[in-house]
């Protein structure tokens, strides 16, 4: 049963979340990433705002490696999506608020180059309490992107645990190596009811 239970909570929140049940879209600021400029970054541990598109912040393993634009080349939907090249492991960084308690489902387009292991692409869904700092009894959720060359659409959902005070979103790159890029755009958070 055990197995099979990410499966069927994909499912559901497939179906959930473009309906009646979802009660509202949070507050990722600039989720298409059309907005260019600076500010609004959220801040945490290592977190740079530097190389981040208003609303967001960029971390990575290594400092000073792998690059982060916002890219017209490739988009899914407007006219710039975020791209991230080389690096190692690193990631686009958003934050929303939420109550304790509550179900929430994230999702997120990215296009991928590669896919084969080590390499690996996740949507991540953390959780951070009221001083920014990460959650330590909260669950992780992520999600693996596995087609390589087109857009996927990748969804995580989780319960907001007891302290939390907002929900992380973040696209993680690992093992990307110089050369590879992925891109992503149009990152939403919902709250979604029973
Ligand atoms: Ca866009």
Redesign the pocket.
């Known amino acids: 049963m055990r197995l099979h239970l990410p499966c069927a909570l994909l499912m559901s929140v497939a179906i959930l979340a473009p309906v009646a049940h979802c009660q509202g879209l949070l507050p990722v600021k600039n989720p ?3 907005e260019t400029g600076a500010g609004e970054n959220p801040t945490g541990p290592e977190w740079e705002a530097r190389d981040a598109p208003p609303g967001w912040s960029v971390w990575r393993i290594a400092p000073g490696t792998g690059r982060f634009w916002r890219d017209e080349s490739l ?4 006219k ?2 975020a791209a991230m090249t080389g690096g190692d492991c690193m990631c686009y960084i958003a934050r929303a608020p939420v109550t304790p308690g509550k179900q929430y489902v994230g999702w997120a387009h990215i296009y991928v180059t590669g896919a084969t292991p080590p390499r690996k692409t996740t949507l991540d869904l953390r959780w951070s309490d009221a001083n920014g700092a990460w959650h330590a009894g909260g669950q992780n959720v992520s999600t693996e992107v596995r087609t390589v060359g087109e857009w996927s659409r990748v969804t995580v959902a989780a319960e907001a645990p007891e302290g939390a005070a907002s929900a992380v979103v973040l696209i993680v790159v690992d093992k990307q190596r110089e050369g590879e890029t992925t891109w992503c ?2 990152v939403f958070l919902a709250e979604v009811g029973e």
């Open positions: 298409g990433f059309e988009v899914h939907s407007g710039l999506s755009d149009d």
